[in-house]
């Protein structure tokens, strides 16, 4: 589990069930993200494919979802997100999508909106 800290405080963020998760080409895949916040937060994911940086996917706004990338074709990607949840959903997985993929928790209470956690989530593969 890598934890990434910035700004005050940090939630406290669950690990996941698995590491890894294989699945076949054209399937979906749910990835899950477990929080505790009293706070008004906005959750982000991000994926970052082998030997680049993490790329912002999507942010879920109190149920509002948005993608501002447009090279990312959004309605692959879901997100829901409860008060301790947050779950991305992408269908259709390609061998492009075999990435680590991150959530992350922004308190928009904060002026800059701070960002306190960037949390490692699933790495999917790509059985043949």
Same mark, same amino acid.
């Given at each position: 589990m890598?934890?990434f800290?910035?700004?005050?405080?940090?939630e406290?963020?669950?690990?996941?069930?698995?590491?890894?998760?294989?699945?076949?080409?054209?399937?979906s895949?749910?990835?899950s993200?477990?929080?505790?916040s #009293?706070l $008004?937060?906005?959750? /982000?994911w991000? +994926?970052q494919?082998?030997?680049?940086?993490?790329?912002?996917l999507?942010?879920? *706004?109190?149920?509002?979802?948005?993608?501002?990338?447009?090279?990312?074709?959004?309605?692959?990607?879901? #997100?829901? $997100?409860?008060?301790? /949840?947050?779950? +991305?959903?992408?269908?259709?997985?390609?061998?492009?999508?075999?990435?680590?993929? *991150?959530?992350?928790?922004?308190?928009?209470t904060?002026?800059?909106?701070?960002?306190?956690?960037?949390?490692?989530?699933?790495?999917?593969?790509?059985?043949?």
């Amino acid at each position: 589990m890598f934890f990434f800290f910035t700004g005050t405080s940090v939630e406290d963020m669950k690990s996941p069930d698995r590491d890894v998760v294989d699945v076949m080409e054209g399937s979906s895949v749910q990835l899950s993200c477990r929080y505790n916040s #009293s706070l $008004t937060n906005s959750l /982000l994911w991000y +994926l970052q494919h082998p030997g680049s940086s993490p790329q912002f996917l999507i942010v879920d *706004y109190s149920g509002i979802i948005t993608n501002t990338d447009k090279h990312i074709p959004d309605k692959r990607y879901t #997100s829901t $997100t409860s008060w301790t /949840l947050t779950e +991305l959903v992408i269908t259709r997985l390609t061998l492009a999508d075999t990435a680590l993929y *991150y959530c992350a928790l922004r308190d928009d209470t904060q002026r800059y909106n701070v960002y306190k956690t960037l949390y490692k989530n699933l790495q999917i593969k790509m059985l043949c």
